[in-house]
């Protein structure tokens, strides 16, 4: 007997849009695969992983089958797992999606698009947990100051100074907050929701827009679940749009001729250019990506006037459920005195570390000791933690611990626990305790500032 939690939410429209909108989704998700990898490796892939990911969804692009879809999601975990536990925020988003999809396909017994579009509703619910977790990370004490927020921090380095005079103001921190809390609240909310991935697109939009700070992977994964707050109706629109330039366009027209040939030169010219030249390949990844988002955007847009049903939410399937707690428990790491990167604190300046809890809404329950020993470095012959000094940084103990695996070299001089205290290898120094296999896998902690210096923790 099926549950009513596993039943198919109703068709908006008719079974042609309805599958429209899930192979427009899968292309979308390939590609947030891709921009993701290529961008995080600046086109030079060099693990299986990666490779493999981005080859199987470039394949997805040119031909969007279950098969091949489950084998992306597949490598993706892999190389999720490879790089723990430096994996970044919208990757766990990434990873959490694919689990949703992959649950459901096991259910349904079936790996076909239809199995895809089954998984909507949780993969919606998963959307609106984890950015609502990293709405909330930001209502911190370092966020809303204006010399400490990473919103004026991003501003200034993103506008190239032109938001000096707003750097005294609360006036972008508030702003931000604002916006981020009404992303998830009101796509929600069935009449708020068409319009409210427009307003969502055009804020994403504009923080990836700027060369000196980009966020392009992450965009392009939000806009792929973006759309699918939008009714079968407005996506067979917003696919109407792109028809129509394509049918004008000379590329385009080229593209669609040889597809094998098209999608074998992105492969080799986006996954490995960064080989031969890191610069150009930068650039490339940028200008691609930004012409990309600006068209999903233009074509959402364009369509925004005419007006088109409500998108139905869905009932999440039973299945869902377990991906949805491991969610909120991801993203109640911090608080529970777990790991603090990696967990949808993207840019909140948000601290949970013992004596410096500065949430105005989250109490934190420590677990947990892991967070409690900060050092405060003085000197070190490692260049990163060297350059820590400028921003008065305190750097948890365990951070310094797996870093000494990483480097067996690593000296680190400054105060623990009030006291002065020299880390390395040599005779005479205090050896830095090398980490159980599972922690050093699983745990990763951000430096936090102590004093009033900016400083942007990126996740």
């Known amino acids: 007997m099926t549950s009513k939690l596993e039943e198919a939410a109703p ?181 708020t929701r068409r319009h409210w991935v427009r307003v969502a697109m055009l804020f994403h939009f504009t923080l990836s827009m700027s060369p000196a700070f980009s966020v392009v992977d992450f965009t392009s994964a939000l806009f792929a679940v973006f759309v699918l707050f939008l009714s079968d109706e407005e996506v067979d629109r917003v696919i109407g749009v792109f028809r129509g330039v394509a049918a004008k366009s000379a590329i385009a027209r080229d593209a669609r001729r040889k597809p094998a040939v098209t999608a074998l030169l992105a492969f080799a010219l986006f996954g490995f250019i960064g080989h031969a030249s890191p610069g150009a390949a930068t650039a490339l990844v940028f200008v691609a990506a930004q012409l990309y988002l600006l068209a999903l955007f233009l074509a959402a847009l364009w369509t925004w006037r005419r007006p088109a049903g409500r998108r139905s939410f869905g009932r999440p399937m039973l299945v869902h459920i377990p991906v949805l707690v491991l969610a909120v428990l991801w993203a109640l790491n911090p608080y529970l005195g777990l790991r603090t990167t990696g967990v949808f604190t993207m840019f909140s300046g948000v601290q949970t570390e013992a004596g410096r809890a500065n949430h105005l809404v989250l109490p934190t329950a420590h677990l947990t000791s892991w967070q409690d020993d900060l050092m405060t470095v003085e000197g070190s012959n490692d260049p990163v933690l060297e350059g820590s000094r400028r921003y008065d940084l305190a750097i948890p103990l365990l951070a310094l611990r797996r870093m000494a695996q990483d480097d067996p070299g690593l000296t680190v001089t400054g105060t623990l626990r009030g006291r002065p205290v020299d880390f390395g290898p040599n005779e005479g120094q205090v050896h830095l305790e090398p980490l159980p296999y599972w922690q050093y896998k699983l745990l990763h902690f951000r430096p936090i500032p102590i004093g009033d210096k900016p400083f942007c923790s990126i996740s």
Not at 111 to 128: E, I, K, Q, S
Request: net charge neutral.
């Open 11 to 191: 068709a908006d429209v008719d079974t042609t849009a309805k599958s429209a909108t899930t192979l427009l989704f899968m292309r979308m998700w390939a590609i947030a695969h891709v921009v993701h990898l290529v961008a995080a490796n600046v086109s030079a892939l060099h693990t299986p992983w990666s490779i493999a990911t981005v080859a199987l969804a470039v394949a997805v692009v040119l031909r969007p089958s279950g098969r091949l879809f489950v084998a992306m999601m597949l490598a993706q975990g892999a190389d999720y797992v490879a790089e723990m536990p430096g994996s970044p925020d919208h990757w766990a988003f990434i990873l959490l999606v694919n689990i949703t999809i992959l649950l459901t396909m096991l259910v349904k017994r079936t790996v076909a698009p239809a199995a895809v579009a089954a998984a909507f509703p949780g993969v919606r619910m998963v959307t609106l947990v984890v950015y609502g977790f990293a709405a909330l990370s930001k209502y911190n004490t370092h966020f809303l100051d204006p010399i400490t927020s990473c919103a004026n921090a991003i501003a200034g380095r993103a506008s190239y100074g032109l938001s000096a005079p707003l750097q005294d103001t609360l006036l972008l921190p508030v702003a931000s907050l604002l916006m981020e809390t009404s992303v998830p609240l009101l796509l929600a909310l069935p009449f």
